[in-house]
C-alpha cells in the first residue's frame, strides 16, 4: 500500500540558507501533493498544495516541487529564519483517506 | 475567524470510563476526520466523514466510534479507554474530500487514561 517517508527526523540548517525537506511515497502517484507546518503542541497548519501535473508551486520563500517518476516532492525554505524551526508534514491522498509523512523537525540556527 | 474547535484540551481519565471528545468546525465544511499522533508514529487518521450521517473507519479506528449527527460537529467518543489510547488528538475539516483543498485542523485535545 502507499507509504510516505520524510528523508529525516530532524535536520539543522544555518539562518539565512536554504532549508530542503524531502518527501517520498511508495507507489502511485497522488493527485495531489501537501505540505503542512507544525509546532509543538499545536495543530498542523496548511502551507501548500501541489498537483499531479504542476512541477513547481511557490508562496513568498515557499517553494514545493513535485516529481512523479522520482515519486518525490522537494520543499525548499529560502532564507531560512529562527522562525521557521517547526515540524513540516508531507500529505497525499490514498484510497479516500489522507495519509501524513511523521514530519521532520527542522531547527534554524542563529 | 474560520476555526475548528476541540474540546476539552486536556484530559486524564481512568480506565474504562466513557469519555468524548467534542469536535465544531464554523466553515460549512462537508469532510472532517480524526487523527491521533504519537512519538515516533506521526499524524494517524481514526475515523472520517464526508458528510452528515456518512462515516467510515481510517487506518486505527479500533476503539473508538464518532458521529455525525450535523454538518459542523464530529464528536470522537471512546467508549472503554485504555492506557494505549493515551495520545494527542486532532480534528480536522475541508471543504472537500482527498488532498484537492486545504485542511484545517483544531488545536488538539492531549488525553492522557490511567
Known amino acids: 500500500s502507499q507509504k510516505i517517508e520524510q528523508n529525516s527526523e530532524a535536520l539543522n540548517i544555518q539562518e539565512g540558507k536554504t532549508a530542503t525537506l524531502t518527501c517520498n511515497y511508495t507507489?502511485?502517484?497522488?493527485?495531489?501533493l501537501q505540505w503542512y507546518r507544525q509546532d509543538p503542541g499545536r495543530g498542523p497548519v496548511f502551507l501548500l498544495l501541489?498537483?499531479?501535473?504542476?512541477k513547481e508551486k511557490r508562496k513568498e520563500r515557499l517553494k514545493v516541487t513535485f516529481d512523479t517518476t522520482l515519486k518525490q516532492s522537494l520543499f525548499h525554505i529560502t532564507a531560512s529564519q529562527p522562525a521557521d524551526s517547526a515540524t513540516y508534514l508531507c500529505a497525499l491522498d490514498r484510497d479516500d483517506k489522507i495519509i501524513f509523512g511523521k514530519g521532520t523537525r527542522l531547527h534554524i540556527l542563529p | 475567524e474560520a476555526q475548528v474547535t476541540q474540546n476539552p484540551r486536556y484530559l486524564i481519565t481512568v480506565t474504562g470510563k466513557k469519555l468524548t471528545v467534542t469536535c465544531s468546525q464554523n466553515?460549512?465544511?462537508?469532510?472532517m476526520s480524526w487523527y491521533r499522533q504519537d512519538p515516533g508514529l506521526g499524524l494517524r487518521q481514526i475515523y472520517y466523514?464526508?458528510?452528515?450521517?456518512?462515516?467510515d473507519k481510517g487506518d486505527v479506528p479500533e476503539g473508538y466510534k464518532v458521529s455525525r449527527k450535523e454538518k459542523r460537529n464530529f464528536p470522537l467518543i471512546l467508549e472503554s479507554p485504555s492506557p494505549n489510547q493515551t495520545s494527542l488528538y486532532f480534528c480536522a475539516s475541508s471543504s472537500g474530500l482527498g488532498l484537492n483543498t486545504e485542511a484545517f485542523f483544531g488545536q488538539g485535545t492531549r488525553l492522557t487514561v490511567v
Open positions: 466553515m460549512n465544511h462537508e469532510y
Open positions: 501541489i498537483r499531479e501535473n504542476e
Open positions: 466523514s464526508m458528510n452528515v450521517e456518512v462515516t
Open positions: 507507489n502511485y502517484s497522488p493527485a495531489y
